[in-house]
């Protein structure tokens, strides 16, 4: 499997799904199981691989922004989200990560664990047999260094549509307002 081949399949999932999260994880594992094994494990080695492209602390710091405090493996059930939304998405969260609030429409569906797995069950319902990796082999930490979201002022600065969105929906947690309390 190619990079190619890989996004075809995640962003036709999408389209197919459409805004519904979990209707994509659902066409997504049916396309998987639509796979040869080897291919299943292709798929999951690139899956890790997008998944780690997005360990870095400004995509953290401005998800965290968008969804309010979280834990690592939190992060990782928004690193799947954010690669479910496709190549072009991902690229532009990396490139702009205060880009992320284009995905504020979906945000209730980035902590959801719709897509952690799917390879492993594809690959069940091909083989009888689980994948035989042990799961992501990524860094241990975020890439990057991360920002002080308590700092209203630089966050402003560094994440002016994030911040814009959060002055329009009051009920999201603000860091420089917990740091306050």
Known sequence: MEWAVFWRIVEGARAEGGSDSECVAQVL????????????EQFEEFWFQAQDELYRWPIRDA???????F???????????????GRRTMQRVQAD???LVELAPDRH????DWFCGLP?????????????ADGPSGPDTPG??????TDESRTRQQFPRLTAYLD??????????????
């Open 71 to 85: 834990d690592d493996d939190d992060f990782l059930a928004v690193q799947d989200w954010i690669v479910s939304h």
């Open 97 to 99: 990560p205060d880009s």
């Open 109 to 112: 569906n980035a902590r959801i």
């Open 63 to 69: 998800a965290t922004l968008l969804l309010g405090p």
């Open 120 to 132: 492993i069950e594809a690959h069940i319902a091909a083989t009888g047999a689980p994948l035989a």
């Open 29 to 40: 594992l049916r396309r998987l199981r639509a796979l040869a094994p080897k291919e299943i």
């Open 168 to 181: 329009n929906n009051p009920w999201i947690e603000r860091p420089w307002e917990c740091a306050a309390s």
């Open 144 to 149: 990057g260094t991360p920002a002080d979201l």
